[in-house]
């Protein structure tokens, strides 16, 4: 699939009507919790409507165009909000939607933002597993680490935004480490300032929610490697969300002299519309018996064993899933929104572009159906949940 037909198929769906939602979840029924970063219950089987707090800020509507066309309303904040939540590890069985939940305080250094998308990830999947329970956060949990949407209300020491403000960003700073029980799948979500970076102005919130863990993965995964301009890298699994984005950054930030990726056949094309010199069609060729060898591969995909064998004498290989052979190395993002103001004037232009799988955006009330495509593995870009509501 082209770049522009997958873009253009993502754009026919952001106009999806968000089938009604059942008023109570049976987890609201069963449990009423505390969040360990907001003391009021996040569950209140004894909440059936929104009241509302004294302060009224401004929210855009979402729609299918860029944000300066967007028309502005006035919103009320509510105390209750519509989210996924899971009491247990397991399976998508364990997703719960709940129309109760408080909206979560907000800390000095946070923002309450509005969300109108977000994305689903890899690392998502495998909390909800409970892969990292040790490190994890108490349950239950909201899931979600990618968001875009706009700030409804600010902490008292945020400096760089104001309410109304469109913004993007991962909004747990370690991934496997703490992450938040107040994820991004939810109408408002709390993060610190520090997270977040202005939303492209070129790219609506579906879009934009796409992009944070992915492109921050990316780009410091790259940065890790010291790959620098003039040199070569083979992305593994790059019609994938991160690899998609390693392709463009190598090519488009880093100044890569040659980007080989690969992919299966349907996805050939475009690998080279975000920039490949040589797309590889996997179910054809082993990359590793290839004659050319690489500075840098980076695997996406969980194949180090043979991604040691296609770079060149004192090469890296970055592994982002799987056991990993020497001298390839595994690391865990950390987000930051600098590192997401850094890449905006390459997203504002156009050189590095999000690509949303075209099955999407999945509507809110389709978590489920969105997390077990997701773990086919076989999404093209990201998975992406819009609208929110």
């Known amino acids: ?68 066309s967007e028309a502005v309303k006035v919103t009320p904040v509510p105390s209750d909000m519509k989210a996924w939540v899971y009491g247990e590890y397991g399976g998508v069985d364990v997703l719960k939607f709940d129309s109760n939940v408080a909206v979560p305080d907000v800390k000095e250094d946070q923002v309450l933002v509005r969300v109108f998308a977000a994305a689903l990830n ?20 909201v899931p979600g680490y990618d968001v875009a949407g706009v700030v409804v209300k600010v902490g008292s020491q945020v400096k760089d935004f104001k309410e109304g403000d469109e913004v993007y960003g991962n909004v747990n700073e370690k991934a496997l480490e703490g992450p938040k029980q107040f994820g991004s799948l939810a109408e408002y979500t709390a993060v610190e300032e520090k997270l977040l970076a202005p939303k492209p102005k070129n790219l609506d919130f579906a879009q934009a929610a796409g992009l944070p863990l992915a ?18 890298i083979l992305v593994l699994n790059g019609s994938g969300g991160v690899g998609s984005l390693v392709i463009q950054l190598a090519k488009q930030v880093f100044g890569a002299s040659r980007v080989a990726a690969t992919s299966s056949t349907r996805n050939l094309e475009l690998l ?4 490949a010199d040589l797309a590889i069609d996997y179910t054809k060729d082993n990359f590793e018996d290839l004659p050319e060898k690489f500075d840098v591969v980076y695997d996406a995909i969980g194949q180090c064993d043979r991604a040691v064998k296609a770079i060149k004498e004192g090469g890296s290989v970055v592994a982002l899933t799987g056991a990993v052979t020497p001298p390839g190395f595994r690391f865990v993002v950390t987000s930051n929104g600098a590192v997401l103001r850094k890449l905006n004037p390459y997203l504002e232009s156009g050189k590095v572009k999000p690509i949303v799988d075209p099955k999407g955006p999945f509507p809110f009330s389709q978590l489920a159906e969105a997390f077990s495509y997701l773990e086919t593995n076989r999404a093209t870009g990201k998975v992406v949940i819009h609208p929110i509501s």
Do not use: W
């Open 272 to 275: 080279k519309s975000l920039g």
């Open 122 to 141: 890899p690392v998502d999947a495998k909390r909800r597993q409970g892969k990292f329970k040790a490190t994890d956060s108490p349950l239950p949990t």
């Open 215 to 232: 492109i921050e993965t990316a780009y410091e995964g790259l940065e890790r490697t010291g790959f620098s301009s003039g040199k070569s």
């Open 1 to 68: 699939m082209s770049l522009c037909a997958a873009l253009s198929s993502t754009t026919s769906h952001l106009t999806t009507i968000l089938p009604s939602l059942p008023s109570t979840s049976p987890l609201s029924r069963r449990f009423s919790f505390t969040f360990r970063e907001n003391r009021n219950p996040i569950l209140s089987p004894h909440r059936h409507s929104f009241s509302t707090r004294p302060t009224r800020v401004l929210v855009k509507s979402q729609t299918t165009a860029p944000a300066s």
